[in-house]
């Protein structure tokens, strides 16, 4: 065998191992982490929020936020302020791997959630949340868009509520601060019902 096919062998074989390499690291890494959110990134305390299933890029990026302030939050930002960025990759790896155990959506949410989810408020100006989160809520991690699907309520009407008020920031050009502000609560809460859900 010729030595420059046997490298290009060794190399995709080191490149397909290397994610699942990456995500056992992670789950040593997130020991720490487990209090909140769960030895596999799936929260049992709804103010937390779940993290399995979440792209990778996602988690580094919000960790990264709360390490250098742009995000705020009591517990959060202490713990970030000592990850590297390898951690972060590290986490955002393991936790992506895992797969979310969804909830259950309110009944008599249902229908209104899904009404915002998939078609919006024209008169309002509250567009269709798939748009940017798709039709699953799976999101889309190239635009930075995170999977919301069998998050927690609870959670989700928190960070819908803390971009309508501002005390949520790190969003690019503003876009959710924007859709949130012209959200009404019982809008917000029956759109992160439905999410809960949805799998």
């Known amino acids: 065998m010729h030595r420059p096919f046997l490298a290009w062998i060794i190399f995709l074989a080191l490149a397909v191992n ?58 959060m930002s202490p713990m970030a302020t000592g990850l590297s960025e390898e951690d972060m990759s590290l986490l955002g790896d393991f936790f992506s791997s895992q797969k979310i155990q969804p909830g259950t959506a309110k009944k008599e949410l249902l229908d209104a959630g899904q ?30 868009y995170p999977a919301l699907h069998g998050q927690h309520a609870v959670y989700t009407v928190n960070q819908l509520k803390a971009y309508k008020n501002g005390d949520r920031t790190t969003d690019a050009n503003s ?15 029956a759109v992160a019902s439905y999410l809960e859900g949805l799998h």
Request: glycine share 12%.
């Open 18 to 75: 290397l994610p699942v390499a990456n995500a056992q690291s992670g789950r040593e890494k997130s020991a720490a982490c487990a209090a909140c959110h769960g030895i596999d990134g799936n929260s049992v305390t709804a103010e937390w929020p779940k993290l399995a299933g979440q792209h990778a890029s996602y988690i580094r990026a919000q960790l990264t936020a709360f390490k250098s302030g742009a995000r705020q939050n009591a517990l």
């Open 115 to 144: 009404k915002i989810y998939r078609g919006g408020n024209a008169a309002t100006g509250v567009p269709a949340c798939m748009a940017c989160h798709g039709p699953r809520g799976s999101g889309n991690p190239a635009a930075a």
């Open 175 to 189: 876009i959710m601060r924007s859709i949130a502000g012209r959200m009404t609560s019982a809008e917000i809460e």
